[in-house]
């Protein structure tokens, strides 16, 4: 069985800092592409960044890029999300993803797996 275990969210204040962990089991960690997205209630699962198998290649959303950083360690099947200058309008749901194809990273809906999310809140 395949699980997604997110962990790291809380309130921060506007300008700080968090550190977001997604611990997987169940799959051959290295074979899937990671990705984190987040939903806000009422809107679509909107993409944040993605991390190819082997942690070589990334990608950012424009609202993100310069401020988050994904990374992961397939050793311990853990990818993460550095999370710095953090805004009021950051604050929602965060989900980390797996991806085994790897086509379009971008899209919530290629990936297989999903994890149950964590709550980041940002106050100003």
């Known amino acids: 069985q395949v699980q997604l275990v997110e962990s790291g969210g809380g309130l921060v204040q506007g300008g700080g800092s968090l550190r977001l962990s997604c611990a997987a089991s169940g799959l051959r960690f290295s074979m899937y592409g990671l990705g984190w997205f987040r939903q806000a209630p009422g809107k679509e699962r909107e993409f944040v960044a993605a991390v190819s198998r082997n942690g070589g290649t990334t990608y950012y959303s424009d609202s993100v890029k310069g401020r988050f950083t994904i990374s992961r360690d397939n050793a311990k099947n853990t990818v993460y999300l550095q999370m710095n200058s953090l805004k009021p309008e950051d604050t929602t749901v965060y989900y980390c993803?797996?991806?085994?194809?790897?086509?379009?990273?971008?899209?919530?809906?290629?990936?297989?797996?999903w994890g149950q999310g964590t709550q980041v809140t940002v106050s100003s």
């Open positions: 993803a797996a991806d085994r194809s790897w086509i379009r990273a971008r899209t919530a809906d290629e990936y297989d797996y």
